[in-house]
């Protein structure tokens, strides 16, 4: 079961506060470690009033405006109907899990995620593969509202137009709640911040809770001896991996000579003639130091290195 919140002519800023009440569906695959673009740090970050808003791009904003139309694809595709909740969900077995549906199908026990991806991403959705963070978004749903079923539809630019039904998981579910519940005590009501998983986005969350050092403070490291000649080792096989990608790449080039493109029956390669236009900054500088001073913008970051003692 489930309660609901009215979220019709609610702001933004509304509800972001109340979207901070509990994990969401968008929450879900990042708290899993399954969501590319964020972290359980960065989930945490947002839940406890730490984190920046996440400001809007272009993807986002025609994700947005792209919702009515994947909906209306996906009616055309399969003759069903949909419409709109206009309300937050909230489980009431579990008040931690939230949820901000796109659409609820009508006359059927079932919900409707709208996506869009770039022509880029579309083999992430060849032969009816989901990606990991969408499908758990989904199941999140499913465990909120207690639908049966969900459909997740995506207008994949330029290309093509899909939609898979995911039927309702209890076992899968059931983990994920489990894994949910642990973050939500562990690290939100405690307010102790989850271990990074090496991804860009606790890079990120970092920096920006982080963000400042106290000059001429140090700290003794206490138990990062061995991780760090672990790091070590880690960095010189990066190195010679990227020393045999190079050596590859090289070969490739010597056997294409001033040909743009090759083939196989496996691969594609391409190797094209690309201009590039770049500032002289240094030169602008030195000539137009009024046009310099005028654009020059400063940031302010902290940089990782590391010695051996």
Known sequence: MYETISTKGMSRGQWLELRRTGIGGSDAGAVCGLNPYGSAMSVFCDKIGNGREVEDNEAMRQGRDLEDYVARRFCEATGLKVRRSN???????????????????????????????????????????????????????????????????????????????????????????????????????????????????????????????????????????????????????????????????????LYMKDHEAAFSDAYRVSWSSVETVRLDSGRIKEERPDIYKEFASATSSRRFTVKAA
């Open 87 to 253: 309300k937050m969900y909230r489980s009431k077995e579990n008040p931690f899990m939230i949820a901000d549906v796109d659409r609820l199908l009508v006359g059927q026990d079932a919900g409707l995620e709208c996506k869009t991806a770039s022509a880029y991403n579309g083999d992430k959705w060849k032969a009816g593969k989901i990606p990991p963070h969408y499908l758990i978004q989904c199941c999140h749903y499913m465990a909120v509202t207690g639908k049966k079923e969900w459909y997740i539809a995506v207008a994949i630019l330029g290309r093509e137009f899909k939609y898979v039904k995911i039927p309702r998981n209890e076992e899968l579910i059931q983990d994920l709640i489990a894994v949910e519940r642990e973050f939500w005590t562990r690290h939100v009501l405690s307010e102790v911040m989850p271990d990074p998983d090496g991804s860009e986005a606790c890079d990120r969350v970092l920096g920006q809770y982080f963000k400042t050092a106290r000059k001429g403070s140090a700290v003794r490291l206490e138990g990062f001896d061995e991780k760090l000649r672990r790091r070590e080792e880690a960095a010189e096989q990066i190195r010679e991996l990227q020393r045999e990608q190079k050596r590859i790449e090289q070969e490739v080039k």
